[in-house]
């Protein structure tokens, strides 16, 4: 069984799939980890940013690929695990523009439909649902206000309940990526659509388990 979550940025499709895939016992696999990595890869080869094209990031992150780990998928790089270095600001910045990139977007789909074969998945990213996995069993559409999405993502990334200045800086700086990554996060047809502005992480990861228990008869 293939389960895809689909959304915006900051809409917590991570963490949720993750949730799902424990309480479901299914593998989690994080599409945006990989191309974290392969961004985190570009930042530290030779070329400027602003000079990047695809096939400098496919150069930058040969031998990447997606690992188990656990419950998870995970990037690697000669056995090694990615950690919290491709959350950092400065990849951040740049994995809009590297995932916008098709042959990069082609990279990716092709290691997440290798990690997914065979097994029952939780898969989450932005074109999950429409391109990666068509047919997938279930597909979730997270959305919420922009505002609550910029004040989760703050309280994950300081440790603290962020100042609404602070909040709409970053609302701000994710309605722009919004635009940019508009092409890339299409909601499917046949897509369940949950609006999480007003529910608890909890509340989400329940009503996905349970539609996902629907499907499978259980």
């Known amino acids: 069984m293939i389960i895809a979550i689909d959304g915006p940025?900051?809409?917590?499709?991570?963490?949720?799939?993750?949730?799902?895939?424990?309480r479901l016992g299914f593998r989690h696999v994080d599409s945006g980890a990989l191309y974290r990595a392969a961004t985190f890869a570009a930042v530290r080869a030779a070329h400027p940013p602003d000079?990047?094209?695809?096939?400098?990031?496919?150069?930058?992150?040969?031998?990447?690929?997606?690992?188990s780990e656990g419950e998870s998928f995970v990037p690697v790089r000669g056995g090694t695990p990615f950690g919290a270095e491709i959350r950092d600001l400065e990849v951040t910045r740049h994995v809009s523009r590297v995932a916008s990139m098709p042959p990069v977007r082609d990279w990716v789909n092709a290691r997440v439909r290798e990690a997914a074969a065979?097994?029952?998945?939780?898969?989450?990213?932005?074109?999950?649902?429409?391109?990666?996995?068509?047919?997938?069993?279930?597909?979730?559409?997270?959305?919420?206000d922009p505002?609550?999405?910029?004040?989760?993502?703050?309280?994950?990334?300081?440790?603290?309940?962020?100042?609404?200045?602070?909040?709409?800086?970053?609302?701000?700086?994710?309605?722009?990526r919004d635009s940019r990554d508009a092409t890339q996060t299409v909601q499917a047809r046949d897509a369940v659509l949950i609006d999480t502005t007003a529910l608890t992480q909890a509340e989400q990861v329940d009503r996905i388990v349970a539609l996902a228990r629907a499907k499978l008869g259980t």
């Open 51 to 67: 000079e990047w094209t695809a096939d400098h990031v496919l150069t930058a992150a040969a031998g990447i690929t997606l690992a």
């Open 9 to 22: 940025a900051a809409s917590g499709k991570s963490s949720t799939a993750a949730w799902v895939a424990q």
């Open 147 to 176: 505002w609550e999405r910029a004040r989760r993502r703050l309280m994950q990334r300081l440790g603290r309940r962020p100042a609404d200045d602070e909040i709409a800086t970053e609302t701000e700086s994710l309605v722009q």
């Open 118 to 144: 065979g097994h029952e998945v939780v898969v989450d990213g932005r074109d999950i649902g429409t391109v990666v996995f068509p047919r997938a069993d279930l597909k979730v559409f997270l959305i919420a």
